[in-house]
């Protein structure tokens, strides 16, 4: 079967789509975070999009877009989160059934958002072979459209209207930069950028301790872990074909931080920004601050994705 490649068409359509079930998030600015990194920074706060995250538009583009006949059997998908509450929330949206496999590890505030929105939770191992087999007899069980977390040119669209929505908010951008997990983020700022600002530089920010992106780009392969163990939970996964194509054609660079770089990021945020944002949107900065020759001087747009973070399990307690 031929990979369906997204589009610039496919990008305006999914935010005619999906305009009456999101927020067009807000840029905000911090003078003296800007004075740490030497560089202006312009964060693009998904943390304050629907249901917590980025991951509300390409959930959205994917369960509106659907005829009402496979609308009707419901969507499903498996997700250590956002996405899965993101699901969950455009499948509230519409009124139909949503299913969502999650690991057993994953933060209960994530599993607890997604109840909320009243899809229902089946629990696997928190590896990715386990987790596709769950799905599997989810899916044979029910006949639910599987909506991937990222490996879709659904998602991918809708995700690429929060880049859209950036540089109509901020202009004279030199790079944007947003956390890589399986790359559905990145894919869609590729996806945006190369066709509507092909000088802005796009670069991707993951966990050292998570760090199969950047291991692909540098091999020029996909290396797939099953099971990384970091704080940024979001960024667990690997990068599958479809994301794999955007990020290997249009990223500059792939960036890693430490684990504790990411908790100070995260703690210069809630504190200078004051804004609830999780342990994956503070990678970017992580890595802008670890690399300050690279961005000195550069207008940046900074992609905070997402904000369902467990205020009772905080990375510093």
Same mark, same amino acid.
């Given at each position: #079967?031929? #990979?369906?490649i997204p589009t610039l068409f496919d990008v305006d359509e999914a935010h005619a789509r999906i305009k009456p079930h999101i927020h067009r998030t807000p840029v905000l600015t911090s003078r003296f975070i800007n004075s740490l990194a030497g560089a202006e920074l312009f964060f693009k706060c998904e943390n304050l999009q629907k249901a917590g995250a980025f991951k509300a538009r390409g959930a959205s583009n994917a369960v509106f877009g659907l005829s009402d006949e496979q609308a009707a059997k419901g969507v499903a998908t498996h997700s250590s989160g956002n996405h899965g509450t993101c699901l969950a929330y455009a499948a509230g949206r519409r009124g139909i059934p949503c299913t969502v496999v999650m &690991? %057993?590890? +994953? &933060?209960? +505030? $994530?599993k607890d958002a997604v109840r909320g929105y009243g899809a229902k939770v089946v629990e696997c191992e928190p590896s990715t072979s386990s987790r596709e087999a769950v799905f599997a007899e989810v899916v044979a069980a029910t006949g639910a459209e599987f909506v991937h977390p990222y490996n879709d040119a %659904?998602?991918? +669209?809708g995700q690429a209207t929060c880049? $859209?929505?950036l540089i109509e908010q901020v202009t004279g951008l030199d790079a944007v930069i947003a956390p890589i997990g399986g790359g559905g983020m990145v894919s869609g700022t590729c996806l945006t950028l190369s066709n509507l600002a092909p000088h802005i530089k796009i670069y991707a920010a993951e966990p050292e301790q998570a760090d199969d992106a950047y291991r692909s780009f540098k091999a020029g392969h996909i290396i797939a872990d099953d099971a990384p163990v970091t704080v940024a939970d979001g960024l667990k996964v690997p990068l599958k074909d479809l994301t794999w194509h955007f990020v290997r054609n249009h990223v500059t660079d792939i960036l890693t931080a430490s684990e504790a770089e990411i908790v100070d990021a995260m703690k210069l945020i809630w504190k200078r920004i004051k804004i609830v944002m999780e342990p994956s949107s503070a990678v970017p900065l992580a890595t802008i601050l670890k690399n300050k020759d690279l961005f000195a001087g550069k207008r940046i747009g900074v992609i905070i994705t997402g904000g369902n973070v467990d205020l009772d399990k905080l990375p510093w307690q």
């Amino acid at each position: #079967m031929t #990979m369906y490649i997204p589009t610039l068409f496919d990008v305006d359509e999914a935010h005619a789509r999906i305009k009456p079930h999101i927020h067009r998030t807000p840029v905000l600015t911090s003078r003296f975070i800007n004075s740490l990194a030497g560089a202006e920074l312009f964060f693009k706060c998904e943390n304050l999009q629907k249901a917590g995250a980025f991951k509300a538009r390409g959930a959205s583009n994917a369960v509106f877009g659907l005829s009402d006949e496979q609308a009707a059997k419901g969507v499903a998908t498996h997700s250590s989160g956002n996405h899965g509450t993101c699901l969950a929330y455009a499948a509230g949206r519409r009124g139909i059934p949503c299913t969502v496999v999650m &690991p %057993r590890t +994953a &933060p209960q +505030a $994530k599993k607890d958002a997604v109840r909320g929105y009243g899809a229902k939770v089946v629990e696997c191992e928190p590896s990715t072979s386990s987790r596709e087999a769950v799905f599997a007899e989810v899916v044979a069980a029910t006949g639910a459209e599987f909506v991937h977390p990222y490996n879709d040119a %659904r998602v991918i +669209a809708g995700q690429a209207t929060c880049s $859209k929505e950036l540089i109509e908010q901020v202009t004279g951008l030199d790079a944007v930069i947003a956390p890589i997990g399986g790359g559905g983020m990145v894919s869609g700022t590729c996806l945006t950028l190369s066709n509507l600002a092909p000088h802005i530089k796009i670069y991707a920010a993951e966990p050292e301790q998570a760090d199969d992106a950047y291991r692909s780009f540098k091999a020029g392969h996909i290396i797939a872990d099953d099971a990384p163990v970091t704080v940024a939970d979001g960024l667990k996964v690997p990068l599958k074909d479809l994301t794999w194509h955007f990020v290997r054609n249009h990223v500059t660079d792939i960036l890693t931080a430490s684990e504790a770089e990411i908790v100070d990021a995260m703690k210069l945020i809630w504190k200078r920004i004051k804004i609830v944002m999780e342990p994956s949107s503070a990678v970017p900065l992580a890595t802008i601050l670890k690399n300050k020759d690279l961005f000195a001087g550069k207008r940046i747009g900074v992609i905070i994705t997402g904000g369902n973070v467990d205020l009772d399990k905080l990375p510093w307690q």
